[in-house]
T-cell receptor
Framework: AQRVTQPEKLLSVFKGAPVELKCNYS??????LFWYVQYSRQRLQLLLR??SRESIKGFTADLNKGETSFHLKKPFAQEEDSAMYYC?????????FGIGTKLQVIP | GAGVSQSPSNKVTEKGKDVELRCDPI?????LYWYRQSLGQGLEFLIY????????KSGLPSDRFSAERTGGSVSTLTIQRTQQEDSAVYLC????????????FGPGTRLTVT
């Protein structure tokens, strides 16, 4: 069975501080992993996916198969980064989301 | 263009009644997903449609839940004999196909069972 774990329900950081949102997964095959974000009063939307290996809004995430992790990182947090962040694992015909981490950036 | 739409946006129903939730995906998207988001919980995957077919229905919480999709477009999620634990936000998403897995989410339907 596939599983996605986000150990922190809430992460508070000061503006300008580095951010790391943790995500660990369990899956027997080759995973396809994503980060989705939901800003206040907005729809859930894709932030980035591991296969594209791109940086979006300053965020990056590297898939570490050895540690089965896909942590989301940003070197300098901004107030507009405050949102709910969900890690997701996609396999054929099924998607598993983590419980989500609320990121609160303190001015 | 228009995004994913869902109706109703809010639904309050009495325990034991049936409810029907609707999702209109982005035109041309062949894949459609239903999720449930309960208070304090993550997104619970319910079902995935590729076209009109749902190969795996094991994510549906119980046999009171059913979903269908017609014409490769609109989908309805039906909950029979609603229970209080069914109260949640039901989200629908669509993607271009089952392999292009960037999902576009709808605004959700907030279901409250009293």
């Amino acid at each position: 069975a596939q599983r996605v774990t986000q150990p922190e329900k809430l992460l508070s950081v000061f503006k300008g501080a580095p951010v790391e949102l943790k995500c660990n997964y369990s899956y027997s095959g080759s995973p396809e992993l994503f980060w989705y974000v939901q800003y206040s009063r907005q729809r859930l939307q894709l932030l980035l996916r591991h296969i594209s290996r791109e940086s979006i809004k300053g965020f990056t995430a590297d898939l570490n198969k050895g540690e089965t992790s896909f942590h989301l990182k940003k070197p300098f947090a901004q107030e507009e980064d405050s949102a709910m962040y969900y890690c997701a694992l996609w396999s054929y015909q099924k998607v598993t989301f983590g419980i989500g981490t609320k990121l609160q950036v303190i001015p | 263009g228009a995004g994913v739409s869902q109706s109703p946006s809010n639904k309050v129903t009495e325990k034991g009644k049936d409810v029907e939730l609707r999702c209109d995906p982005i035109s041309g998207h062949t894949a459609l997903y239903w999720y449930r988001q309960s208070l304090g919980q993550g997104l619970e995957f319910l079902i995935y449609f590729q076209g009109n077919s749902a190969p795996d229905k094991s994510g549906l919480p119980s046999d009171r839940f059913s979903a269908e999709r017609t014409g490769g477009s609109v989908s309805t999620l039906t909950i029979q004999r609603t229970q209080q634990e069914d109260s949640a936000v039901y989200l629908c998403a669509s993607s271009l196909d089952g392999y292009d897995n960037e999902q576009y989410f709808g605004p959700g339907t907030r279901l409250t069972v009293t």
